[in-house]
T-cell receptor, first 118, second 111 residues
């Protein structure tokens, strides 16, 4: 099946630094990618929808200047957490929808990135 | 507001039995309902999708039912194995191809 990778899988950083997380679709093209955040024992919360070649669409309450999203190609989207603080510590997961797929079940999730801000 | 409810308590069952997980929703008219498996520290893995006009879907040992009148989906794993132990998430889509997830229910299958 289709594979989505994320890098890094874990990152620990100091408060105030910026962290970039990459999401790649390895064997398919993804016009649209999604970024989620998940706190322990909580559901996945959609942060933003990333569209190739255009600006991301952010969900209500998500600061676009804090979480910068760039979808530069059909296989790569990046999420940059700027000036990270301890409350940004979470599990960040991306998903990608196969551009060739017309049905709702062709969405694939990455393995997630655990961010810890000290 | 839209709400998806999954039992927050872990379901403990014995190997070989059938596990049944429940997903209830309110204030929602989903076009699709999906079930995912999530292992600790990993992203969700898609298992099954069922459409609003379908009553039941099967895939190997998995069975999903969808009752739009009761606003409920049941997820069954027959002949459960310890390897089935994981958190199972239900997700609803209203046709926008952006799913909304429940919190998930943890399943523990004891050998």
């Amino acid at each position: 099946g289709a594979v989505v990778s994320q890098h890094p899988s874990r990152v620990i950083c100091k408060s105030g630094t910026s962290v970039k997380i990459e999401c790649r679709s390895l064997d398919f093209q993804a016009t649209t990618m999604f970024w989620y955040r998940q706190f322990p024992k909580q559901s996945l919360m959609l942060m933003a929808t990333s569209n190739e070649g255009s600006k991301a669409t952010y969900e209500q309450g998500v600061e676009k200047d804090k979480f910068l999203i760039n979808h530069a190609s059909l296989t790569l989207s990046t999420l940059t957490v700027t000036s990270a603080h301890p409350e940004d510590s979470s599990f960040y997961i991306c998903s990608a929808r196969d551009s060739a797929g017309g049905s709702a079940d062709t969405q694939y999730f990455g393995p997630g990135t655990r961010l810890t801000v000290l | 507001s839209q709400k998806i409810e999954q039992n927050s308590e872990a379901l403990n069952i014995q190997e070989g039995k059938t596990a049944t997980l429940t997903c209830n929703y309110t204030n929602y008219s989903p076009a699709y309902l999906q079930w995912y498996r999530q292992d600790p520290g990993r992203g969700p893995v898609f298992l099954l999708l069922i459409r609003e006009n379908e009553k039941e879907k099967r895939k190997e040992r998995l069975k999903v039912t969808f009752d739009t009148t009761l606003k409920q989906s049941l997820f069954h794993i027959t002949a459960s194995q310890p390897a089935d132990s994981a958190t199972y998430l239900c997700a609803l889509e209203g046709g926008s191809y952006i799913p909304t997830f429940g919190r998930g229910t943890s399943l523990i299958v004891h050998p």
